[in-house]
């Protein structure tokens, strides 16, 4: 059953009682993960091996953050399994890997009109719509929201019936059994789980299953932030040695390449290409026209390319993006334009006479500049389709891609891959659409598979960048006192991003039906980190919704990308305007965050924090992402000099509270990660349009950090037993506000636009 948003809508309109009857309805999966030969499965989660290796599935797309070591750890733990026979298995769509909690959160963009129906992960709407849709997406962090608890009590049941298949040969009580290190033990009795297999998947297991006490968790060491993880990663030596495969590494006998351009930005049609220019290539096989594409097919790449710009081709344009139209549009709308309240804590921030400071930030373009670029494969026989995709939206680029070829979705077979690099980038799949119908045209006159690859150039061209966004922050200070901020007024102007994007996710709509069925519209999603974690007891975010015309899509940390950057830059000029140190000025806001304060409190140690002094270098910042009970907070000082080749970070200081933290070398990795993401998108990595091309066509054009660039990074984890929070994020959102405030106090600048060097010093 295939449910569509108007579908569930039209339930919703009917009293609810339809909507009622399919939300509980018995839902009953096909097993997704069917043993080979010598394996026996235990649900949809794991197998077992005659050879004692455990199998473990994972329904999310690895794009580097170590989401196929942390569900293997997951179960290894509860199992009691050898780490060094634990493997992975990509696992294929369905129903039973279902990720609620991000159904739930993303209610608003598949039911925009009533998402509070679905807005919760305990809501049996979201459970069903995800596991209906297949809806097993891989963004916002969910992972362990969605499958902690699936796996855990998948390796639970199935070490109840190895200890069940142990007992009955000894003659004992289950329960006295122990799982542990790959051996099921009764006293001085040990059996290995490979030799118990076959005789405990015949067996029922108890319920509900039998979890240990505590979850998989490992503690930081104090004063030790590199100490090592006790589960390293999985897929970590076939990346260093390079047998790792991803998305563009899939290789099919008989398999012929695809290169492809695109129009420029803006609603473009091909309207011509000479394909005689391309007649002399010999190895050029076929050329694929679209409707706003052109195509062609070689037996290798750079014959591919070289043959589909030999061809010329060229589109009919209906007004190709510029950026000067659109940052004269972003500020007619910030400061003419008309909003909607968002968000609002006590009576709101409205005043009658002008603000104490009113300050105007500016975001450009942020690009992905993902390592590996857009690619799929794909083989059409018989009706069929076979895809090979990294997709962080699997369930969803397969249903893209049958539409595209008028197949049931049935007919579409897809085979996950991992990204190289993601950032978000790979929850759309325009090239699974393009890779599909390249294929048919191959497949019908050629009978032969094919990848299709974009340039660097077409996924600066075709790529979805986070869209820009102006903002004015402005506050009320109680007189007389000490800075205290009785009042926070937050407008921000943007074009509806994220319903855009949900239109194309969701209803596969085209870019440009996306930006015309959501102009106007207010989005709750693209200000979320607007409202800070400080206790200031008045607050209003505004969405004053801009149509730019350019199509925009996801990134990672996505809002608090920007939120943070205007929140913590604001806080630091307000400090500095009533003679507050910055690190005392934030922790006499918090109230009762006391996380938060450990986490500012620490990283000052960490760091050696000298209070910011006029030309010392250093800058801090701070941000909550999440609910004030299940957020993740992290702190950051940045040091930075001025210095003949520009602006110089030499160090990232952070400390950490992301909860119970299960894998520390993973968690430390990605923020880590995320602070040099986040110093790229503060120094770099934004893209500018002319004539609907892009400036930065290439990756030497973005400004990214090289290793020699990477500063000393050093990170510290707060110990916590509060539930765990992904940490993938955190850096991203923290790292532009601390460099900002470090540049002002290496060089008494205010930067108040990222990327903060685009305007010179």
Same mark, same amino acid.
């Given at each position: 059953?295939?449910?569509?948003?108007?579908?569930?809508?039209?339930?919703?309109?009917?009293?609810?009682?339809?909507?009622?009857?399919?939300?509980?309805?018995?839902?009953?999966?096909?097993?997704?993960?069917?043993?080979?030969?010598?394996?026996?499965?235990?649900?949809?989660?794991?197998?077992?091996?005659?050879?004692?290796?455990?199998?473990?599935?994972?329904?999310?797309?690895?794009?580097?953050?170590?989401?196929? =070591?942390?569900?293997?750890?997951?179960?290894?733990?509860?199992?009691?399994?050898?780490?060094?026979?634990?493997?992975?298995?990509?696992?294929?769509?369905?129903? %039973?890997?279902?990720?609620?909690?991000?159904?739930?959160?993303?209610?608003?963009?598949?039911?925009?009109?009533?998402?509070?129906?679905?807005?919760?992960?305990?809501?049996? *709407?979201?459970?069903?719509?995800?596991?209906?849709?297949?809806?097993?997406? +891989?963004?916002?962090?969910?992972?362990?929201?969605?499958?902690?608890?699936?796996?855990?009590?998948?390796?639970?049941?199935?070490? &109840?019936?190895?200890?069940?298949?142990?007992?009955?040969?000894?003659?004992?009580?289950?329960?006295?059994?122990? %799982?542990?290190?790959?051996?099921?033990?009764?006293?001085?009795?040990?059996?290995?789980?490979?030799?118990?297999?076959?005789? %405990?998947?015949?067996?029922?297991?108890?319920?509900?299953?039998?979890?240990?006490?505590?979850?998989? #968790?490992?503690?930081?060491?104090?004063?030790?932030?590199? /100490?090592?993880?006790?589960?390293?990663?999985?897929?970590?030596?076939?990346?260093?040695?390079?047998?790792?495969?991803?998305?563009?590494?899939?290789?099919?006998?008989?398999?012929?390449?695809?290169?492809?351009?695109?129009?420029?930005?803006?609603?473009?049609?091909?309207?011509?290409?000479?394909?005689?220019?391309?007649?002399?290539?010999?190895?050029?096989?076929?050329?694929?026209?679209?409707?706003?594409?052109?195509?062609?097919?070689?037996?290798?790449?750079?014959?591919?390319?070289?043959?589909?710009?030999?061809?010329?081709?060229?589109?009919?344009?209906?007004?190709?993006?510029?950026?000067?139209?659109?940052?004269?549009?972003?500020?007619?709308?910030?400061?003419?334009?008309?909003?909607?309240?968002?968000?609002?804590?006590?009576?709101?921030?409205?005043?009658?006479?002008?603000?104490?400071?009113?300050?105007?930030?500016?975001?450009?373009?942020? =690009?992905?500049?993902?390592?590996?670029?857009?690619?799929?494969?794909?083989?059409?026989?018989?009706?069929?389709?076979?895809?090979?995709?990294? @997709?962080?939206?699997?369930?969803?680029?397969?249903?893209?891609?049958?539409?595209?070829?008028?197949?049931?979705?049935?007919?579409?077979?897809?085979?996950?891959?991992?990204?190289?690099? @993601?950032?978000?980038?790979?929850?759309?799949?325009?090239?699974?659409?393009?890779?599909?119908?390249?294929?048919?045209?191959?497949?019908?006159?050629?009978?032969?598979?094919?990848?299709?690859?974009?340039?660097?150039?077409?996924?600066?061209?075709?790529?979805?960048?986070?869209?820009?966004? @102006?903002?004015?922050? @402005?506050?009320?200070?109680?007189?007389?006192?000490?800075?205290?901020?009785?009042?926070?007024?937050?407008?921000? /102007?943007?074009?509806?991003?994220?319903?855009?994007?949900?239109?194309?996710?969701?209803?596969?709509?085209?870019?440009?039906?996306?930006?015309?069925?959501?102009?106007?519209?207010?989005?709750?999603?693209?200000?979320?980190?607007?409202?800070?974690?400080?206790?200031?007891?008045?607050?209003?975010?505004?969405?004053?919704?801009?149509?730019?015309?350019?199509?925009?899509?996801?990134?990672? /940390?996505?809002?608090?990308?920007? =939120?943070?950057?205007?929140?913590?830059?604001? *806080?630091?000029?307000?400090?500095?305007?009533?003679?507050?140190?910055?690190?005392?000025?934030?922790?006499?806001?918090?109230?009762?965050?006391?996380?938060?304060?450990?986490?500012?409190?620490?990283?000052?140690?960490?760091?050696?924090?000298?209070?910011?002094?006029?030309?010392?270098?250093?800058? *801090?910042?701070?941000?909550?992402?999440?609910?004030?009970?299940?957020?993740?907070?992290?702190?950051?000082?940045?040091?930075?000099?001025?210095?003949?080749?520009?602006?110089?970070? +030499?160090?990232? &200081?952070?400390?950490?509270?992301?909860?119970?933290?299960?894998?520390?070398?993973?968690?430390?990795?990605?923020?880590?990660?995320?602070?040099?993401?986040?110093?790229?998108? %503060? *120094?770099?990595?934004?893209?500018?349009?002319?004539?609907?091309?892009?400036?930065?066509?290439?990756?030497?054009?973005?400004?990214?950090?090289?290793?020699?660039?990477?500063?000393?990074?050093?990170?510290?984890?707060?110990?916590?037993?509060?539930?765990?929070?992904?940490?993938?994020?955190?850096?991203? /959102?923290?790292?532009?506000?601390?460099?900002?405030?470090?540049?002002?106090?290496?060089?008494?600048?205010?930067?108040?636009?990222?990327?903060?060097? #685009?305007?010179?010093?």
């Amino acid at each position: 059953m295939q449910v569509s948003r108007r579908g569930i809508l039209v339930g919703a309109a009917v009293g609810g009682g339809l909507l009622v009857a399919w939300a509980l309805r018995p839902r009953t999966f096909p097993d997704p993960l069917p043993p080979g030969r010598g394996e026996y499965a235990f649900g949809a989660w794991l197998k077992i091996a005659r050879d004692g290796v455990v199998t473990v599935a994972v329904p999310q797309l690895e794009m580097g953050q170590g989401v196929t =070591t942390i569900l293997p750890q997951v179960v290894a733990v509860e199992l009691g399994a050898d780490w060094r026979q634990i493997a992975v298995e990509p696992a294929p769509p369905s129903g %039973a890997y279902a990720n609620v909690p991000l159904a739930a959160r993303w209610a608003p963009l598949w039911m925009p009109l009533a998402p509070g129906l679905a807005g919760e992960p305990d809501d049996l *709407l979201a459970k069903r719509y995800a596991q209906e849709a297949r809806f097993a997406a +891989t963004a916002e962090g969910t992972t362990l929201a969605a499958y902690e608890r699936p796996c855990r009590e998948a390796a639970a049941s199935a070490r &109840a019936v190895l200890c069940m298949a142990a007992a009955d040969r000894w003659g004992v009580a289950w329960e006295e059994c122990e %799982a542990a290190d790959g051996l099921v033990r009764h006293g001085e009795k040990r059996l290995r789980f490979a030799e118990l297999a076959e005789e %405990a998947a015949e067996l029922a297991p108890p319920d509900p299953p039998p979890l240990r006490p505590l979850p998989a #968790s490992e503690t930081p060491i104090a004063g030790e932030a590199d /100490a090592a993880t006790s589960y390293p990663r999985l897929d970590l030596p076939a990346k260093v040695d390079g047998s790792f495969l991803f998305a563009g590494d899939v290789r099919l006998p008989g398999m012929v390449y695809a290169a492809i351009r695109h129009g420029p930005v803006a609603e473009a049609k091909l309207s011509h290409f000479e394909p005689r220019r391309a007649a002399p290539i010999a190895e050029l096989v076929q050329v694929v026209e679209g409707k706003r594409w052109l195509a062609a097919v070689a037996t290798n790449w750079w014959a591919a390319d070289r043959a589909v710009e030999a061809m010329r081709p060229r589109f009919r344009v209906t007004a190709p993006i510029e950026s000067g139209e659109i940052e004269a549009t972003l500020d007619d709308a910030i400061r003419r334009g008309t909003g909607e309240a968002v968000a609002l804590r006590g009576d709101g921030a409205e005043w009658a006479e002008a603000p104490d400071l009113a300050l105007r930030y500016d975001v450009a373009p942020g =690009t992905h500049a993902t390592l590996e670029t857009a690619s799929a494969t794909a083989r059409f026989a018989d009706g069929r389709l076979e895809l090979w995709i990294a @997709s962080q939206a699997p369930e969803r680029a397969r249903g893209a891609a049958a539409e595209a070829l008028g197949l049931s979705i049935s007919d579409v077979i897809l085979y996950p891959m991992a990204a190289g690099g @993601s950032f978000d980038r790979r929850l759309e799949h325009d090239h699974a659409i393009e890779a599909a119908l390249i294929a048919r045209e191959v497949g019908e006159k050629h009978g032969r598979p094919v990848q299709l690859v974009w340039s660097r150039w077409e996924e600066q061209l075709a790529g979805r960048p986070r869209a820009p966004v @102006s903002a004015i922050v @402005s506050a009320r200070v109680r007189p007389g006192g000490n800075g205290e901020v009785t009042a926070l007024r937050v407008r921000l /102007a943007m074009q509806p991003a994220a319903r855009e994007f949900g239109r194309r996710l969701f209803d596969n709509e085209t870019s440009w039906a996306a930006i015309r069925n959501s102009a106007g519209e207010i989005d709750h999603m693209v200000t979320a980190g607007a409202l800070p974690p400080y206790a200031i007891p008045n607050a209003t975010v505004e969405h004053i919704p801009v149509t730019t015309g350019m199509p925009s899509g996801r990134m990672r /940390a996505n809002s608090h990308g920007y =939120t943070a950057f205007f929140i913590e830059c604001f *806080l630091d000029e307000l400090a500095a305007r009533n003679g507050r140190e910055p690190l005392s000025y934030r922790v006499g806001m918090l109230g009762d965050d006391a996380r938060m304060v450990e986490c500012l409190q620490r990283v000052a140690r960490l760091a050696e924090w000298d209070g910011g002094l006029d030309q010392s270098g250093k800058g *801090l910042a701070c941000h909550r992402m999440g609910e004030a009970e299940t957020g993740g907070r992290i702190a950051c000082i940045a040091t930075a000099r001025q210095d003949e080749g520009g602006v110089r970070v +030499t160090r990232l &200081a952070a400390a950490v509270d992301i909860g119970r933290i299960v894998n520390i070398g993973i968690a430390r990795q990605q923020i880590e990660g995320g602070l040099v993401f986040g110093m790229a998108q %503060a *120094l770099g990595a934004a893209v500018e349009y002319r004539q609907g091309l892009p400036v930065q066509g290439r990756l030497a054009d973005l400004n990214l950090p090289l290793l020699a660039d990477v500063p000393e990074i050093e990170v510290d984890f707060v110990a916590s037993e509060a539930e765990p929070f992904d940490p993938g994020e955190l850096g991203v /959102a923290v790292a532009a506000p601390a460099i900002a405030n470090a540049l002002h106090s290496a060089t008494g600048l205010r930067l108040r636009r990222l990327p903060l060097l #685009s305007g010179g010093l």
